[in-house]
């Protein structure tokens, strides 16, 4: 079973909501179809910035990744920021998560990009797993405003 990773498709509609659904319910964040005919629009618009790789593991998508850049103005240079990831419960340890996760590196340095950064919740043990080998865990603390 190989894993492949290649950009979102318009036919890939409703196997990407089935997965954004999975994403939404594990944080709990309550979403509904109109926020994810926002984010799909995000997706296509090439104005707006947001990227979406997938994850295809015998012609079924089993996960995406969402990232974009951002500019990191203390160092002048612009960077990529990796705002979700998921894969099918069902399909985790197939590789799915490192592979996207690696799609978005060289995505990264195809732009010249000086880093890929990403969060993820404290108690995500599973995922940090993979992350704690692909990366390095930064020492930084996140705040948020609520508006």
């Known amino acids: 079973m190989t894993v ?14 089935r997965l954004f659904k999975g994403y939404a319910d594990f944080y709990k964040v309550e979403q509904t179809a109109e926020m994810r005919d926002t984010v799909w629009g995000w997706l296509h618009d090439p104005a707006h910035g ?9 012609g079924t998508l089993v996960g995406f990744t969402h990232y974009r850049p951002f500019a990191s103005t203390l160092r002048a240079i612009n960077n990529g920021f990796l705002d979700d990831l998921f894969v099918d419960p069902a399909t985790r340890g197939s590789g799915a998560a490192q592979a996207l996760i690696d799609a978005v590196a060289a995505k990264g340095r195809e ?5 890929i950064r990403w969060i993820t919740a404290e108690d995500n043990y599973r995922a940090r797993g993979v992350y704690d080998r692909v990366a390095t865990r930064t020492p930084w603390v996140t705040y948020d405003i609520k508006l």
């Open 4 to 17: 492949t990773i290649r950009a979102l498709a318009p036919e890939d509609r409703d196997a990407w909501e």
């Open 50 to 58: 947001s990227n979406c790789l997938v994850a295809e593991l015998n």
């Open 111 to 115: 732009n010249g990009w000086g880093v």
